[in-house]
Structures are given as structure tokens and as C-alpha cells.
């Protein structure tokens, strides 16, 4: 089970993510698993570069073309 990370989602997966995001340069703020409006950008910027819908949500879709 892979759960949507988006606004106000907190949680270890939040900082797993936050963590992938900048290790490649899609996110600058706090590795804190706490999602807000830079978190959010920066699910934006990976799934535009993973050639997803960048809306911010981070769901199903998004984990599948990230985890491949």
C-alpha cells in the first residue's frame, strides 16, 4: 500500500519522499514528513519529470512511474 501524499499529510512516507525529492533537486525545505506548500511543489516538479499529471498529489499513478 503506497498512500496519496499531499496538503497536510504527515507521516514517515512524507519524509521518504521529501528525501528522494531532494536527492535529485525537486525539493529544498525540511526533510520533516510534513506536507505543505513546498512539499507540494516539489511533488509538482518530480512528476513533471517523471511525465506524470503535476497536480500536487502524489497517488497511486505518480508511485508507479517513480518506483517503475
Do not use: C
Request: no cysteine.
Amino acid at each position: 500500500y503506497m498512500p496519496v501524499i499531499r496538503n497536510g499529510y504527515k507521516g514517515d512516507m512524507a519524509k521518504g519522499l521529501q528525501k528522494i525529492m531532494a536527492k535529485y533537486g525537486w525539493y529544498t525545505g525540511a526533510i520533516d514528513g510534513d506536507v505543505g506548500p513546498f512539499t507540494v511543489a516539489g511533488i509538482r516538479s518530480l512528476q513533471t519529470a517523471i511525465g506524470g499529471d503535476a497536480d500536487g498529489s502524489f497517488g497511486p499513478k505518480s508511485w508507479k512511474a517513480l518506483l517503475g
